[in-house]
């Protein structure tokens, strides 16, 4: 006798679109949110984190937050390269370049006095100041 196939019981897997996650990943969504996008477009009752993070983890082979990782810096990487580009003719994003990446600051800082003053009397011996 030959086995019979066991019927899988309970709801298919959800399939989502992967450009369309990847996209939401750089700009950086967080799992929730996609969830909330993709259960918009695609008329589910409820938003759920689990399903996105599910099918992450079987699409891509890693679960939500190492692929985040993986594409947010993808996207610093393309932001990075957009403020060098603006860099170049916009000496706001040039000042703001050199400020964060460069630690450098508009005033240094100003000799400082000494925080206590320290007051000397000198006594004659006969218990009078000098």
């Given at each position: 006798?030959?086995?019979?196939?066991?019927?899988?019981?309970?709801?298919p897997p959800v399939e989502l679109d992967e450009h369309?996650?990847?996209?939401?990943?750089?700009?950086?969504?967080?799992?929730?949110?996609?969830?909330?996008?993709?259960?918009?477009?695609?008329?589910?009752?409820?938003?759920?984190?689990?399903?996105?993070?599910?099918?992450?983890?079987?699409?891509?082979?890693?679960?939500?937050?190492?692929?985040?990782?993986?594409?947010?810096?993808?996207?610093?990487?393309?932001?990075?390269?957009?403020?060098?580009?603006?860099?170049?003719?916009?000496?706001?994003?040039?000042?703001?370049?050199?400020?964060?990446?460069?630690?450098?600051?508009?005033?240094?800082?100003?000799?400082?006095?000494?925080?206590?003053?320290?007051?000397?009397?000198?006594?004659?011996?006969?218990?009078?100041?000098?």
């Open positions: 006798m030959a086995e019979e196939k066991k019927k899988k019981v309970g709801r369309k996650f990847e996209t939401m990943m750089e700009h950086g969504y967080t799992c929730e949110e996609i969830a909330a996008r993709f259960s918009r477009d695609m008329h589910l009752p409820t938003p759920n984190a689990d399903t996105v993070s599910r099918w992450c983890k079987r699409t891509y082979g890693v679960n939500f937050k190492d692929f985040s990782d993986k594409r947010r810096r993808v996207r610093d990487g393309h932001l990075r390269e957009l403020l060098l580009k603006q860099a170049e003719t916009n000496p706001s994003v040039l000042i703001f370049c050199a400020k964060n990446w460069l630690g450098m600051k508009d005033n240094p800082e100003e000799a400082k006095a000494p925080a206590e003053s320290i007051r000397i009397v000198i006594e004659k011996a006969d218990g009078g100041n000098a």
